[in-house]
């Protein structure tokens, strides 16, 4: 499982676009990048995930490089609403379906009026 | 939108006592997960299973917990003796086969409080 880091904390405002990196420096070819939100006393919430380029869905984008090092998971026009725990990981998901997430302490998001 | 539920939402209990908490997968997926998190920490992995058995399980998983999935439907983990520190939120999930396994569906969480 690839370590990743992403920041602690991160503040924004209303109708702001969002944008949280997570960093991967150890991802193998076989690795996917997964996102997941979690709001306080809720399961976590998977978001999107991706294996290079761009991935859009209707709750957000995922914008992977070529080195796939680093990843990219932008909110657009944040409401209060999205304040969250957000986490990123990394792995190839290929034990069968019977892979144990590793979760981080993730980035922890605040929306502001 | 199918979901995951989970009963009940909150358990208390008393040290030494077996708990059962139940879940319900989505009704297509065929791996199931238990997880939890003491407050303020991260969400630890407990144990997955699939075609009736555990495929996978942590060192938190030991003797004291196990997992049923009594009927075609219910998904349960036991706590066979309770202690202070089982005090936490957990989550069931669920997978979809032939989907990566990164994909996970959680349940909304049993909170247990241990007295």
């Known amino acids: 499982l690839a370590k990743t880091t992403q920041p602690i904390s991160m503040d924004s405002y209303e109708g702001q676009e969002v944008n949280i990196t997570c960093s991967h420096n150890?991802?193998?070819?076989?690795?996917?990048i997964t996102w997941y939100q979690q709001f306080p006393s809720q399961g976590p919430r998977f978001i999107i995930q991706?294996?290079?380029t761009k991935v859009t869905n209707e709750v957000a984008s995922l914008f992977i490089p070529a080195d796939r090092k680093s990843s990219t998971l932008s909110l657009p026009r944040v409401s209060l609403s999205d304040t969250a725990v957000y986490y990123c990981?990394?792995?190839?998901?290929?034990?069968?379906?019977?892979?144990?997430?590793?979760f981080g302490k993730g980035t922890h998001l605040i929306i502001q009026p | 939108e199918p979901e995951v539920t989970q009963t009940p939402s909150h358990q208390v209990t008393q040290m030494g006592q077996e708990v059962i908490l139940r879940c319900v997968p989505i009704?297509?997926?065929?791996?199931f997960y238990w997880y939890r998190q003491i407050l303020g920490q991260k969400v630890e992995f407990l144990v997955s299973f699939y075609n009736n058995e555990i495929s996978e399980k942590s060192e938190i998983f030991d003797d004291q917990f196990s997992v049923e999935r009594p009927d075609g439907s219910n998904f349960t983990l036991k706590i066979r003796s309770t202690k202070l520190e089982d005090s936490a939120m957990y989550f069931c999930?669920?997978?979809?086969?032939?989907?990566?396994?990164?994909?996970?569906?959680f349940g909304p969480g049993t909170r247990l409080t241990v007295t």
């Open positions: 009704s297509n997926h065929l791996y």
């Open positions: 990981l990394v792995g190839d998901g290929s034990g069968g379906g019977a892979d144990g997430l590793t």
């Open positions: 991706g294996y290079k």
């Open positions: 150890n991802i193998a070819t076989n690795d996917y």
């Open positions: 999930a669920s997978s979809p086969t032939g989907g990566s396994s990164y994909e996970q569906y």
